[in-house]
T-cell receptor
């Protein structure tokens, strides 16, 4: 069965510095998608970044980038120049041809001013 | 552009009362639709998903039900609420093809007293 593991329940970073959130997954599929979602205190779930498994190039969205290691089944999120507005729960998720998302338990990111 | 609406935003209901939460999507056709529940500080639990009108799949046995009377309308219901039904309910839609990333509504905070 597919699983997604986020081993860091909580992370903290100084404002303007860089932080990396970890995510590993387990699947026997070769074609799939991975996502990072952000959930701020408002609890609105926001898509941050998407990675297609067949693309070797790591996805980037402004200050957010991923380190996708397909063989290791690892999908970490790097946030550069952290801002106070980045404080949120971050969820890693996986989907394959079944069109359902398998979610990690989340990592709470704290930004220190 | 596509938008997703959920209402009400908050709801306080007594045990044993009925429930109806509504979700509508604009700007797309034939989306996949999802209902999730999230306990405080926890990940998302998929309750129901739908790939078309009248097509509902249930992931978790419970006293909740879902219906999709129109292409872009998804309703979560209960005949008699339990205390354990309290939580944050999120509706989401996805294109149902390609990467199938999910986009979420603002959520409904339900408190059963």
């Amino acid at each position: 069965a597919q699983t997604v593991t986020q081993s860091q329940p909580e992370m903290s970073v100084q404002e303007a510095e860089t932080v990396t959130l970890s995510c590993t997954y387990d699947t026997s599929e070769s074609d799939y998608y991975l996502f990072w979602y952000k959930q701020p205190p408002s609890r609105q779930m926001i898509l941050v970044i998407r990675q297609e498994a067949y693309k070797q190039q790591n996805a980037t969205e402004n200050r957010f980038s991923v380190n996708f290691q397909k063989a290791a089944k690892s999908f970490s999120l790097k946030i550069s120049d952290s801002q106070l507005g980045d404080a949120a729960m971050y969820f890693c998720a996986y989907t394959d041809s079944n069109y359902q998302l398998i979610w990690g338990a989340g990592t709470k990111l704290i930004i220190k001013p | 552009s596509q938008t997703i609406h959920q209402w009400p935003a908050t709801l306080v209901q007594p045990v044993g009362s009925p429930l109806s939460l509504e979700c509508t999507v604009e700007g797309t056709s034939n989306p996949n639709l999802y209902w999730y529940r999230q306990a405080a500080g926890r990940g998302l639990q998929l309750l129901f998903y739908s790939v078309g009108i009248g097509q509902i799949s249930s992931e978790v046995p419970q006293n909740l039900s879902a219906s999709r009377p129109q292409d872009r309308q998804f309703i979560l219901s209960s005949k008699k609420l339990l205390l354990s039904d309290s939580g944050f309910y999120l509706c989401a839609w996805s294109p149902g093809q390609g990467s199938n990333e999910q986009y979420f509504g603002p959520g409904t905070r339900l408190t059963v007293t």
